[in-house]
């Protein structure tokens, strides 16, 4: 089992950037893939980008793909959602997952995880 807290959310005009990590528990963080999803306020929870246990490949959103980057320090047990361009539909809170036996395509096209973090918010003001 893995717990996950993120951070790193906050206010920021639109064309601006925030940098959102996950910290994870226990000693076996890199057995598992990782990703961030959002959920806007009325809207289903969404992908946003996932990346494999090694931290070699990743997968984003079309919606994100040039704007945002994610990366993981295993050493660390830590991921991160550099987010840069930031727009005002970006708003939303931003939860990392964890999951032991999914792949990065399967988090893409599922939004599907074992593990969740509790989110942090990000709200994109015009």
């Known amino acids: 089992q893995v717990q996950l807290v993120e951070s790193g959310g906050g206010l920021v005009q639109a064309g601006g950037s925030l940098r959102l990590s996950c910290a994870a528990s226990?000693?076996?963080?890199?057995?598992?893939?990782m990703g961030w999803f959002r959920q806007a306020p009325g809207k289903e929870r969404e992908f946003v980008a996932a990346?494999?246990?090694?931290?070699?490949?990743?997968a984003y959103a079309e919606s994100v793909k040039g704007r945002f980057t994610i990366s993981r320090d295993n050493a660390k047990n830590t991921m991160y959602l550099q987010m840069n361009n930031l727009k005002p539909e970006d708003t939303a809170t931003y939860y990392c997952?964890?999951?032991?036996?999914?792949?990065?395509?399967?988090?893409?096209?599922?939004?599907?995880?074992?593990?969740w973090g509790q989110g942090t918010q990000v709200t994109v003001s015009s």
């Open positions: 997952a964890a999951d032991p036996t999914a792949t990065i395509v399967v988090m893409r096209l599922y939004a599907r995880s074992q593990y």
């Open positions: 226990g000693r076996t963080f890199s057995t598992y893939v």
């Open positions: 990346i494999t246990r090694s931290g070699g490949s990743t």
